[in-house]
């Protein structure tokens, strides 16, 4: 069965970088497009940004453009997601989830979610 | 980045109907599929209806969406305590990227 497990609760200081993986079975992790999205306290969720795991080309969203690295590993078929310059806004539950295949436009599976806290 | 709009709350009794609005532009719901979500707090949200109005196996019909412009809906008819949630819809933007609703907390009275 399709399974996405992520990486521990992290606690991190302002202005640290953190990542988180998110390691992919029951299925072929190269096929298929892994997006990153984060739900702080209370909030909405909010996306990230994707990688193809097959040829590695990311998309970005504008507000983390410049602080988030999404890369992957095929051998491992794992996917992992960088956020640098961390601030306390950044205080959120992370997720990792599969897009469903190429053309079609939802998420099927879901990682259990990372916390990451960032203390003021 | 744009998101779309959903009302923060809706509450029905028990075997009632509620429905979840969902607006967004031509550049997102208008021109893409809409997907919603159920996320019980302290989980992982879990896929209801993709393609506008589709349900994956294992969720009951009761739940049941739809589209018509910029705008999307999610209904759930029979209403049952353990729908009790927060409900979130989604959709694909043309600069592919992805958009998230505000979210829906559902009370069942």
């Known amino acids: 069965q399709v399974q996405l497990v992520q990486s521990g609760a992290e606690v991190k200081k302002p202005g640290a970088s953190v990542r988180i993986s998110c390691t992919a079975s029951g299925f072929t992790f190269r096929k298929y497009e892994m997006h990153w999205v984060r739900q702080a306290p209370g909030q909405r969720l909010e996306w990230m940004g994707w990688i193809n795991a097959g040829y590695g080309n990311t998309k970005y969203s504008q507000k983390f453009q410049d602080r988030v690295t999404i890369t992957r590993d095929t051998s491992a078929s794992t996917a992992y997601m960088d956020l640098s310059s961390l601030r306390s806004e950044d205080t959120a539950v992370y997720y990792c989830?599969?897009?469903?295949?190429?053309?079609?436009?939802?998420?099927?599976?879901w990682g259990q979610g990372t916390l990451v806290t960032v203390p003021s | 980045q744009s998101v779309l709009t959903q009302p923060p709350s809706v509450s029905a009794a028990p075997g009632q109907k509620v429905t979840i609005s969902c607006s967004g532009t031509?550049?997102?719901?208008?021109?893409?599929?809409v997907s919603w979500y159920q996320q019980v707090p302290g989980t992982a949200p879990k896929l209801l209806i993709y393609d506008d109005n589709q349900r994956p196996s294992g969720i009951p019909d009761r739940f049941s969406g739809s589209k018509s412009g910029t705008s999307a809906t999610l209904a759930i008819t029979g209403l049952q305590t353990g729908d009790e949630a927060d409900y979130y819809c989604?959709?694909?933007?043309?600069?592919?990227?992805?958009?998230f609703g505000g979210g829906t907390k559902l009370t069942v009275l």
């Open positions: 989604g959709s694909w933007d043309s600069s592919l990227s992805v958009v």
């Open positions: 989830a599969r897009r469903a295949d190429w053309g079609l436009y939802y998420f099927d599976y």
């Open positions: 031509s550049t997102n719901i208008e021109n893409n599929y």
